[in-house]
């Protein structure tokens, strides 16, 4: 499909109510990434993404553009490998727990391909972190998988393994609103994964993601959204959580209470600069962290300790994430992999 001949007639279709098809999604991303379309035609598609009903054909066609010319490492002789991240655009600006989880769980015996992107909409995001702990990134596929099978843990910036990407994020903070590419990144893990922990800004998102985990070929999955808008599991309110295990998908609400975890105020769990949000996750593993950061951390990390198979439940999860930081294993693990030994 020639876009540049085409681009005007499909976008008025689009803002009149008629959504892309698979073909246009894909020749629209393509051109997106290749350079061929203007800056502001590139906004354009971004805010015409949001006028119509997203699939899971249409995500799936946008994440096979992304990945085009980006092969994906089949990590079969491994047991398992999972990741675990969000969307952002939940406008609450926490500390990085997400990333901590990781680490924790990496302690525990996961496996984690942590793949982080600099934050487009706060100030720390995964991949700030992680560089200002002097975190030596994978910058191959091969280098992935050797630091997982010495340290359980990766981490591969988005920047290395999706260069032709970079030119749209200073157009996606322009925009000041979450995009698709928002939604589409936590899926475009270069590795092949079996489990998967994504954290969405939007609760009408969680059918449409864990769909995808699924075509994706996830043995395991859960998509949370929490009611107080979180991108993760939140420990301030319920979350909605839609789980993909056997292939069968079901929808649960979890409470904090469920889990012996007492609800705490979202203002406990907000972040700052990169440098505060570092120290915070050194805190927790060294279990010194303000008691809502840490149970926040740990309920995530059961939740990624099931997703890779770890576990059967998530409270089964939450003592072997307890034990990871008590132990020091947690923390043994991250200097093992900042210092390569």
Request: a neutral charge; glycine letters at 6%; proline letters at 3%.
């Given at each position: 499909m020639i876009?540049?001949k085409?681009f005007?007639?499909?976008m008025e279709?689009v ?6 098809s698979?073909?246009e999604t894909?020749?629209?991303v ?5 350079g061929?379309?203007?800056?502001m035609?590139?906004a354009a ?5 949001r006028?119509i009903t997203l699939t899971e054909e249409?995500i ?11 092969p994906?490492?089949d990590s079969?002789?491994l047991?398992?490998?999972v990741?675990?991240g969000?969307t952002?655009g939940?406008h609450t ?5 997400s990333t901590?989880?990781a680490i924790?769980?990496?302690g525990a015996?996961a496996n ?5 992107g600099k934050?487009i909409?706060s100030?720390s995001?995964?991949?700030d972190?992680?560089?200002t702990?002097d975190?030596?990134?994978?910058t ?7 630091n ?13 393994y999706?260069p ?6 200073h157009?996606?903070?322009t925009l000041?609103?979450?995009t698709?590419?928002d939604l589409?990144?936590?899926l475009a ?14 609760k009408d ?7 995808c ?15 107080d808008?979180?991108d993760e599991?939140s420990?301030?309110s319920a979350?909605?959580i ?5 292939g069968k998908?079901t ?5 904090p209470?469920?889990?012996g975890?007492?609800?705490h105020?979202i ?5 700052k600069d990169?440098e505060?949000?570092?120290k915070?996750?050194?805190?927790v ?6 008691p ?7 309920i ?8 890779a198979?770890?576990?059967n439940?998530i409270f089964e ?7 990871s930081?008590t132990s020091?294993n947690?923390?043994a693990t ?7 030994k």
């Amino acid at each position: 499909m020639i876009i540049d001949k085409n681009f005007s007639p499909i976008m008025e279709q689009v803002f009149a109510g008629r959504g892309f098809s698979k073909d246009e999604t894909s020749a629209l991303v393509h051109s997106m990434i290749d350079g061929t379309l203007s800056d502001m035609r590139v906004a354009a598609v971004l805010t015409g993404f949001r006028f119509i009903t997203l699939t899971e054909e249409i995500i799936i066609a946008i994440l096979s553009a992304i990945r085009d010319k980006n092969p994906i490492l089949d990590s079969h002789e491994l047991e398992s490998v999972v990741d675990c991240g969000g969307t952002g655009g939940d406008h609450t600006s926490t500390v990085n727990i997400s990333t901590t989880a990781a680490i924790v769980a990496a302690g525990a015996g996961a496996n984690i391909a942590k793949f982080a992107g600099k934050s487009i909409s706060s100030k720390s995001g995964s991949s700030d972190v992680l560089k200002t702990l002097d975190l030596t990134p994978a910058t191959t596929l091969k280098v992935a998988y050797e630091n997982i099978k010495k340290f359980n843990i990766a981490f591969l910036p988005s920047n290395i393994y999706y260069p032709n990407l970079k030119h749209l994020a200073h157009i996606r903070k322009t925009l000041g609103f979450k995009t698709i590419i928002d939604l589409v990144y936590p899926l475009a893990n270069p590795m092949k994964l079996t489990g998967q922990l994504v954290g969405v800004y939007s609760k009408d998102s969680l059918p449409l993601i864990i769909n995808c985990l699924k075509n994706l070929g996830r043995k395991r999955a859960l998509v949370a959204h929490g009611e107080d808008g979180l991108d993760e599991i939140s420990v301030c309110s319920a979350t909605y959580i839609a789980k993909l295990e056997n292939g069968k998908i079901t929808h649960e609400v979890l409470k904090p209470a469920e889990f012996g975890i007492k609800t705490h105020k979202i203002k406990d769990l907000i972040g700052k600069d990169i440098e505060y949000n570092t120290k915070i996750l050194l805190d927790v593993l060294k279990n010194d962290a303000h008691p809502a950061i840490m149970d926040a951390v740990i309920i995530n990390t059961a939740a990624i300790l099931w997703c890779a198979e770890k576990c059967n439940t998530i409270f089964e999860g939450i003592e072997i994430a307890k034990n990871s930081i008590t132990s020091a294993n947690a923390l043994a693990t991250l200097e093992k992999w900042k210092n390569q030994k």
